[in-house]
C-alpha cells in the first residue's frame, strides 16, 4: 500500500515538495477466538455449575449463606436495639459453623481424632453452650443510660460479687480458648503423614 502526501508550502510552484510514504501492513482476524470463548464459558461456568466439584463445601456454603440470611432479615424486620449483641451473635454462630465443618469433613475423610482434640471438643460445646445461655439473659444494655442498664442486674450469684453478666464474659472467654484449642490441635493425627496425601477442605 502506498500513500502519497503532497505538502504545498509558498505559492510558487518552484517551492512545492512531495513526500512519498510507503506503509506495507497486513492483518487477519482470527474468528476462532470466539469458539474458544464461548467453550470457556461452556465448561467453567454450565458445565461444572451444573454439578459442583466438592459438593461438602457446596452444602456449607448453602448452610452459611442461610443461617447469614436468616441474620440479616431478622435484622432488618426486628431492628435489635442492642446491636452489638446482635453482632456477636452472627460471629459466634459462623465461628460454631465453621467449627462443625471441619470436624464433619474430618470424619467424612476417614481421619482420626484424638483424645486432647477431643476432649477440647467436648469441652468447647459445653462451655460455649452455659456460655450462650447467659447470653440470652438481657442482664445490660448499650442503648440505655448505665443507670437504666443497672436496672436490669441480678443479685450476685458468685461469691456475692459476679453476676450473670459476669459469668457470660468468664464463660465467652473460656469458650473461645477451647474453641482455638480445637483449631489447633484437630490435626495432630496428620504430623505423619505427607502434605501432598492431607485431602484440603
Not at 71 to 83: K, N, Q, S, Y
Request: one cysteine or more.
Amino acid at each position: 500500500m502506498t500513500f502519497t502526501v503532497y505538502i504545498k508550502s509558498g505559492s510558487s510552484a518552484s517551492s512545492n515538495g512531495v513526500f512519498i510514504i510507503h506503509h506495507l501492513h497486513s492483518f487477519s482476524i482470527d474468528f476462532g477466538i470466539f469458539r474458544r470463548i464461548f467453550q470457556i464459558l461452556y465448561t467453567d461456568c454450565i458445565q461444572q455449575c451444573s454439578r459442583p466439584m466438592y459438593m461438602d463445601r457446596m452444602i456449607l456454603l448453602v448452610v452459611a449463606n442461610i443461617v447469614n440470611w436468616f441474620f440479616a432479615i431478622f435484622g432488618l424486620v426486628f431492628r435489635p436495639r442492642d446491636f452489638a449483641s446482635y453482632l456477636l451473635g452472627i460471629f459466634i454462630c459462623n465461628l460454631l459453623l465453621y467449627l462443625a465443618f471441619y470436624i464433619i469433613m474430618k470424619l467424612r475423610s476417614a481421619e482420626r481424632i484424638r483424645p486432647l482434640p477431643l476432649f477440647c471438643i467436648i469441652a468447647t460445646a459445653g462451655v460455649w453452650a452455659a456460655a450462650l445461655y447467659f447470653f440470652f439473659q438481657n442482664l445490660s444494655s448499650w442503648e440505655e443510660t448505665p443507670a437504666q442498664s443497672r436496672e436490669k442486674n441480678r443479685e450476685c450469684i458468685i461469691m456475692h460479687f459476679f453476676d450473670d453478666h459476669d459469668i457470660w464474659h468468664f464463660l465467652s472467654a473460656t469458650a473461645m480458648f477451647f474453641s482455638f484449642l480445637v483449631l489447633l490441635t484437630l490435626d495432630d493425627d496428620l504430623d505423619e503423614v505427607r502434605r501432598d496425601k492431607i485431602p484440603v477442605f
